[in-house]
Each structure stands twice: as C-alpha cells, then as structure tokens.
C-alpha cells in the first residue's frame, strides 16, 4: 500500500498571513509616527507635516507643472514640424557602438527626454518599431529610456534655479550612467536567456531598414501652419499638465517624509510646527560615512544626500528638495551637476521599472533592471562630479 504525503495549507492560511501583514504594516507607521512625535511633539509634527506639504503644493508642484506644460508644448511642436526626427537621425550613429541597440532607439530617447519614462513603453509596445530589436535589446529598453525620463524638465528646472553650465555636465553624467545600465541589463538579460540573443523580438514585413514606419497608412487632410503649431501647443500643453498632475502625490507625500528626516528644529532649537522642521535623521546617518559621498560625488554636506533617495522614487519629488537647499546654503555648482546626471538616470526607477517590465511580459527581470540602474545611476553622479572637478580646473 503506497502512501502519500501531502500538506494542505489550512483554509484561513491567506487570511492569517493578511493580519500578519497588516499587523506589520500597522506597527511600522505607528512606530514612525511615534518615533517622530516622540522627538518633535505630537502636535508640532502634525502641523509640520502639513505645512511641508502644503507650501510643497504652491510653491513647487505648481511650478513644476508650469514647467512640465511648457516643455510638453515644446516637445509637441519638435514632434510635428520633423525636429525629433532630426535628432533621432543624428544621434543614431552612436545607438550601436554605446548602447548596442539599433538606430530607432534614439527616438525613445528623444521623446522620454522631452516628456517621461512611459514613453518608451509606448514605443516598445509598437510592432513597428520593436520589429527592428531581438528580445534582449528590447527588454534593456526599460533602462535605456528611463536615464532619460523628464531630461528637459530636470535641466529646466536647474537653469532656472540660476545654474547653467551644471545640468549640461549632469547631462553628459546621465548619458554615461545610460550606457553603465543599459549593457549591464542586457549583460544579466543573456546571461538568464541566451536564446534571446537571436530571437527578433516581433515580426514585421519590413526588415533590413533601419527606419521607423508610419503606424497610420492612411493620410491625413492638410493643415494649415497655424492649426499646426496651434493644435501641437495645445495637446502638448495638455499632457504636461498630466505629467504634472502625475507627480504631485510622489512629490507631496516622498518629499514631505524626506524633509521631515532631513531639517532641523527652528532658530532657537524648538519646534514650532511651522514648515520644513525635522528631526535630521538622514544627514546624521550620512555623516558616519560621509567620506564615502564626498569622495565618490563631493558632497559637501550631510544632507545633499537626500536628493538621490528622493530621486529613487521620483524625481519630481527630489527636485521639490532644491529651493529648501538653496535657501539653507546647501547647494553648490558640483551638487548641481551631480544632480542633475542622478535625477535624470535614476528619474523614479524603483516606482516604474516594474510596471515597465510587466507591460512588457518580463516581470521576472525586475530584479536585475533595477540592480542595472542603481548602477548605472551611480556611476552617472560619479562621471559627472569628477568631470566638474575637471572643468574648474580650468
């Protein structure tokens, strides 16, 4: 007589692990509420916390939308009148030989620089333009575009806080952190799947050129300039006032709990409250290994070191942090520039890489994009810190 074994979960095993989960959740908010109150007064803390996130909302959210609107109406007049397709064409020679992608890739990276991260998906999700990449290039896309996401707004932004010549070094820092995790991800992408080397990762019936095709074989009815330039200021007004939208959760809630971490108490060393209190938790944690961040990205201060864990999560949010650090003396030309090239490369990677990789059906490779970029955002705020030590020099 054969026996066998076999153990069956009791029914409300889903359930329990449901109020372990929530027990667990409960006590880690509990726990840093309290910790928080605790240091700052119940009281105080709740007010802080609103204030933060209210002058967050007038003064930042909204004028990163302000941005976002202008930019997205910028992108949308490059977009109709051939200047993306210009930009692609010129920047297709160095798809190959940099990314080991093909030449169309350069319009995911035009249009992710002049709008976000989702735009490559977009794109990818295209037959048209995913009939030119095997399977592994394709799947390094989600890094390829995400070192790009919000490029325009990023640099815009730092121009307007009064720095020129340090976004464009940032930029430069992003550019090389791309190349660091794009190869890695596809490093990783064949290392788990070889066959994917040779596998196209669509078909369609037009290959051997390296060309974009129109998804719309029909044409259209002419239109006048004006309604041109009319209609693409307006439709790319409108989805800037999406992205801008978009961004204020990541920016209300992520830079809210990162300043209450980052800044101090008042003047006089109480807490009143008011905005942008704190109990200095990050920078007091940064300073036990400062040298590290003043060595590999010459952080001056303890409490730069928020903007690339902001970044993290959105890049939107983190941008949020540079008035507060400007106002405070925390800022110089070097933070600029290594800013600017981490914002830009890592631009919210850990809050998209997995919707990405799961609107691409390869899910199970979030771990090794995500562990690609941190990478390659790493190297970017390295490249573009020693590249403005360089340039001072002169």
Same mark, same amino acid.
């Given at each position: 007589?054969?026996?066998?074994?076999?153990?069956?979960?009791?029914?409300?095993?889903?359930?329990?692990?449901?109020?372990?989960?929530?027990?667990?959740?409960?006590?880690?908010?509990?726990?840093?509420?309290?910790?928080?109150?605790?240091?700052?007064?119940?009281?105080?803390?709740?007010?802080?916390?609103?204030?933060?996130?209210?002058?967050?909302?007038?003064?930042?959210?909204?004028?990163?939308?302000?941005?976002?609107?202008?930019?997205?109406?910028?992108?949308?007049?490059?977009?109709?009148?051939?200047?993306?397709?210009?930009?692609?064409?010129?920047?297709?020679?160095?798809?190959?030989?940099?990314?080991?992608?093909?030449?169309?890739?350069?319009?995911?990276?035009?249009? !992710?620089?002049?709008?976000?991260?989702?735009?490559?998906?977009?794109?990818?999700?295209?037959?048209?333009?995913?009939?030119?990449?095997?399977?592994?290039?394709?799947?390094?896309?989600?890094?390829?575009?995400?070192?790009?996401?919000?490029?325009?707004?990023?640099?815009?932004?730092?121009?307007?806080?009064?720095?020129?010549?340090?976004?464009?070094?940032?930029?430069?820092?992003?550019?090389?952190?791309?190349?660091?995790?794009?190869?890695?991800?596809?490093?990783?992408?064949?290392?788990?799947?070889?066959?994917?080397?040779?596998?196209?990762?669509?078909?369609?019936?037009?290959?051997? /050129?390296?060309?974009?095709?129109?998804?719309?074989?029909?044409?259209? /009815?002419?239109?006048?300039?004006?309604?041109?330039?009319?209609?693409?200021?307006?439709?790319?007004?409108?989805?800037?006032?999406?992205?801008?939208?978009?961004?204020?959760?990541?920016?209300?809630?992520?830079?809210?709990?990162?300043?209450?971490?980052?800044?101090?108490?008042?003047?006089?060393?109480?807490?009143?409250?008011?905005?942008?209190?704190?109990?200095?938790?990050?920078?007091?944690?940064?300073?036990?290994?400062?040298?590290?961040?003043?060595?590999?990205?010459?952080?001056?201060?303890?409490? /730069?070191?928020?903007?690339?864990?902001?970044?993290?999560?959105?890049?939107?949010?983190?941008?949020?942090?540079?008035?507060?650090?400007?106002?405070?003396?925390?800022?110089?030309?070097?933070?600029?520039?290594?800013?600017?090239?981490?914002?830009?490369?890592?631009?919210?990677?850990?809050? !998209?890489?997995?919707?990405?990789?799961?609107?691409?059906?390869?899910?199970?490779?979030?771990?090794?994009?995500?562990?690609? =970029?941190?990478?390659?955002?790493?190297?970017?705020?390295?490249?573009? =810190?020693?590249?403005?030590?360089?340039?001072?020099?002169?």
């Amino acid at each position: 007589m054969k026996y066998h074994l076999k153990y069956r979960f009791p029914k409300n095993f889903a359930s329990s692990l449901k109020y372990r989960s929530g027990i667990v959740c409960l006590a880690i908010v509990v726990g840093l509420f309290s910790l928080l109150g605790w240091r700052m007064g119940a009281a105080p803390m709740l007010n802080t916390v609103m204030h933060t996130a209210h002058d967050l909302l007038l003064n930042t959210c909204f004028y990163l939308m302000a941005i976002c609107v202008l930019t997205g109406a910028v992108g949308k007049i490059f977009v109709e009148f051939g200047v993306v397709d210009l930009l692609e064409k010129l920047l297709r020679p160095l798809m190959r030989p940099l990314f080991n992608l093909p030449g169309v890739a350069s319009l995911g990276a035009v249009l !992710t620089f002049l709008s976000d991260n989702p735009a490559i998906i977009t794109l990818s999700k295209d037959k048209h333009f995913s009939a030119y990449f095997k399977k592994y290039q394709l799947i390094s896309l989600t890094n390829f575009g995400t070192a790009f996401g919000m490029g325009l707004i990023v640099i815009i932004f730092m121009v307007g806080q009064g720095f020129f010549k340090e976004p464009l070094i940032g930029l430069f820092g992003a550019f090389v952190g791309c190349v660091v995790s794009t190869r890695f991800m596809q490093y990783f992408v064949l290392k788990a799947y070889p066959n994917y080397a040779n596998e196209a990762a669509t078909e369609h019936p037009h290959h051997g /050129q390296d060309t974009l095709v129109a998804k719309n074989e029909d044409e259209e /009815q002419p239109k006048s300039l004006f309604v041109r330039i009319l209609n693409s200021l307006l439709d790319g007004g409108r989805s800037g006032v999406d992205i801008g939208l978009a961004i204020i959760p990541g920016v209300l809630i992520i830079s809210t709990l990162v300043m209450v971490l980052t800044f101090g108490p008042s003047a006089d060393g109480t807490y009143t409250g008011a905005a942008y209190e704190g109990t200095e938790l990050l920078p007091w944690l940064a300073s036990k290994i400062n040298v590290v961040f003043e060595w590999l990205f010459g952080f001056t201060d303890p409490h /730069q070191i928020a903007f690339p864990i902001t970044a993290l999560g959105a890049v939107g949010a983190a941008l949020g942090l540079i008035p507060s650090f400007m106002s405070n003396g925390w800022i110089d030309g070097n933070a600029i520039a290594v800013f600017t090239a981490i914002g830009m490369c890592w631009s919210g990677f850990l809050s !998209t890489h997995t919707a990405m990789l799961d609107s691409l059906g390869y899910r199970e490779l979030t771990s090794k994009a995500v562990l690609s =970029h941190t990478f390659g955002g790493l190297v970017a705020a390295f490249v573009a =810190h020693w590249l403005y030590v360089l340039i001072m020099l002169f």
